[in-house]
């Protein structure tokens, strides 16, 4: 069975993920762990709990998503820099294949891979 890391944030209710884990699941057995960083909003002063809050937020919309196509799914809120949260997350589970999108500073409409390793 393939097992995937998935690390994101608010692209994870994006329709390029969905795509990528329908065809994750076509390819054959598969089971992932999405890992959302706790990142600190930037419009606006904050706190720790509502980094967390929001991430938690983002999460399970995801797994409910990832389920509804039938997916092997769990996950986790993750250190607010995606770096450590993938170190964390990778030390605790053994992915074969790792995901990764997040925003580029200042740029609202789209996103970029940061990382992607099959």
Not at 15 to 22: D, K, M
Request: glycine share 10%.
């Amino acid at each position: 069975m393939r097992r995937y890391l998935v690390v994101a944030n608010q692209t994870l209710s994006g329709e390029h993920l969905v795509a990528r884990i329908r065809d994750c699941l076509r390819a054959g057995p598969s089971s992932f762990f999405i890992v959302v960083p706790a990142a600190p909003p930037a419009d606006h002063v904050w706190t720790e709990g509502e980094a967390r809050t929001t991430a938690q937020g983002h999460l399970d919309k995801a797994l409910e998503r990832f389920r509804a196509l039938g997916a092997e799914v769990d996950g986790e809120v993750g250190d607010g820099n995606p770096l450590l949260a993938i170190e964390d997350a990778s030390g605790k589970r053994n992915s074969t294949r790792l995901s990764s999108r997040r925003y580029r500073r200042g740029r609202l409409n789209g996103s970029s891979w940061i990382s992607r390793t099959e």
